[in-house]
């Protein structure tokens, strides 16, 4: 194998697994706000609003989302939501490709960070490619995130600021039977649900997981108010009789640092602890739990780090080793296969894990007829991908099967015309 030659699969590998700043979204989409909703109808994503007027500066404007809105029967009130889907969605490449669905509260403050962290996992193939759904918080937060009425605070202290508390019941039932249909009727999704909160949503994603386990499939709650109401939840959570031993959910907390707080058994950090431990007492096998504790981070820092390792938690076991553990193309579609029946929904391989484990085999265990054979299941899982079929043709250049290298160049150039790179390879493969 030649220097040459696997320079030249490492420029095709890396775009995988970096961001390219260059690279125009597939769907052109509103520029996220917080100011007032744009409109009181639905649009269709493609039909963007007009962006506003750069300054200065020239080019295309960067843009996360697309801003939606609904009415709510049950909480009869107008409610929005924002959906950023995966980059390519709309790309012939990808028109068979369902997505797993994160929900997404206080969109308001970490749509955008949200939006980033999944594409740059997803990119590396530490996650599947997400479609986020954000929810921005209304002036009715308090109610719709407590699933109880109460004036206590989190040491015990009495409050008429949750005056209105209790509506969380209300708010679940929105996204159940108003919201969840809508997205999934709309967009190409998948059985799997991710529900993420912080502070007072933080509760709610919690709620939500033992009022009713299957709407949501994990759940990642930051630094979570779990001091509700004397721990509530925790109390709940010990004697549900919807969290039995078939579930097969994921549900991560992460928590700040809360040690210079007063907490004589009752603040954020006993509240936790009594939840967790509630979960492990539970009979279900199967139910995957974590609590990590950020000890450099306060509660209003900790969404970045928690929502990352959230993730990270929910699709352990996704990506695939890089340690040449697999070494075939059954042992890909076996990993993907054992992920899936976890996870109790179906996971297909991503592309970059076919180019992964081709990479270890062409350069690692010099097993070429393997690579070629674990491309060519690639290309035909992913026939419009002009990257599969120029994967598959340097693998039969290591093979020295030039016939089929023209031919993977060519369809590379019908694909995507005027590619650089495979103009290239066919006028090196051809001698001219």
Known sequence: MTPATR???????????????????????ATVSTAAPVSSTERNPAQTPPAPPAASESGPVARIGAKFHYSSAILQDERAYWVDLPDEYESAINAHKNYPVLYLLDAERFFAAASATVKFMSQLGTIPETIIVGIPSTAQRTRDMTPTHSLKGPH????????KSGGADAFLSSLQKELIPRIEAKYR??????????????????????QDPASFHAIIAMDPSLWWDEHLLAKRAATSASLTKSLRNSVYIGTANHDAEKDEGRG???????FSQALKSLPAPSLRSKVQAFEDEH??????PSFYY???????GYRVPTSGALQDLAAIVEHYGQFSEKRGATFEPPEVAFATVAYLLLFEQKNVDQAVAVLEENAKRHPSSPQAHEYLGQAYL?????ASAIRCFERVLQLKPGDEGATQQLRSVRGK
């Open 7 to 29: 320079a030249a699969w490492l420029g095709l590998l890396l775009p995988l697994v970096e961001i390219s700043c260059a690279k125009p979204r597939a769907v052109p989409v």
């Open 156 to 163: 015990g202290e009495i409050t008429q600021r949750r005056a």
């Open 189 to 210: 999704t998948m059985p799997y649900r991710v529900l993420v909160g912080h502070s007072m949503s933080g509760l709610f994603v919690l709620h939500a997981f033992i």
């Open 268 to 274: 954020p950090k006993a509240a936790t602890q009594a």
């Open 299 to 304: 509660h209003g820092s900790v969404p970045l």
């Open 310 to 316: 959230g993730l990270s938690f929910t699709f352990d």
């Open 398 to 402: 290591a093979k020295e099967d030039k």
